[in-house]
């Protein structure tokens, strides 16, 4: 089945350094790809998607390329700052999947100054 | 505009008891969704409603959960009886149609639930 694959944290980074976390599908067809944030105590957020190969979701300064040879949708930033300190989920829907998503089981990202 | 809004947010109970959790979505979205997400692990869809009617169940665990949305608006979800294993934070979520594999989904802030 469909299945999201992400790499495990928690990723600890200095302010304004560079971000990459990186995440692969295995999906039939042509999925959605999403990154979603969970802040400390809040809910799931959008944080940006991606719906056919080559496209690219930003938001915030984040940023997600939609990679079909590689199954890939890396998230970047180029300069983190503490308040970007969150569990960020990689996820994806399908055609026929009435629009369920198949989340990865995130990375905790910690931000120090 | 008001988000999705969930009650309550934290409940503790023992295991064999019974526990119900609800949830309104965003006004006027017509798909609302269950989704729990156990300790370390991304969220699992449990269930999914387009209006009154159910589109996926298929991994809701029917011996003991159950779930409904009356007139298409509110829904609440319930676990009975519970186990240790049904600790999990119960993520409720709403799109505006729930028909196309590219709609966002709102999400609420979650029931945390703790089964001892």
């Known amino acids: 089945g469909d299945s999201v694959t992400q790499m495990e944290g928690p990723v600890t980074l200095s302010e304004e350094a560079f971000l990459t976390i990186n995440c692969t599908y295995t999906?039939?067809?042509?999925?959605?790809l999403f990154w979603y944030v969970q802040y400390p105590g809040e809910g799931l957020q959008l944080l940006l998607k991606?719906?056919?190969?080559?496209d690219k979701g930003s938001n915030k300064g984040f940023e997600a390329t939609y990679r079909k040879e590689t199954t890939s949708f890396h998230l970047e930033k180029g300069s983190v700052q503490v308040s970007d300190s969150a569990v960020y989920f990689c996820a994806l829907t399908f055609t026929g999947g009435g629009n369920k998503l198949t989340f990865g089981t995130g990375t905790q990202l910690k931000v120090e100054l | 505009e008001a988000g999705v809004a969930q009650s309550p947010r934290y409940k503790i109970i023992e295991k064999r008891q019974s526990v119900a959790f609800w949830c309104n979505p965003i006004?006027?979205?017509?798909?609302l969704y269950w989704y729990q997400q156990i300790l370390g692990q991304g969220p699992k869809l449990l269930i999914q409603f387009q209006n009154n009617g159910v589109v996926d169940d298929s991994q809701l665990p029917k011996d003991r959960f159950s779930a409904e949305r009356l007139k298409g608006v509110d829904s609440t979800l319930k676990i009975q009886p519970a186990k240790l294993e049904d600790s999990a934070v119960y993520l409720c979520a709403s799109s505006l149609t729930g028909t196309g594999y590219q709609e966002t989904q709102y999400f609420g802030p979650g029931t945390r639930l703790l089964v001892l």
């Open positions: 999906a039939t067809g042509y999925p959605s």
């Open positions: 006004s006027g979205h017509a798909t």
């Open positions: 991606a719906t056919k190969a080559d």
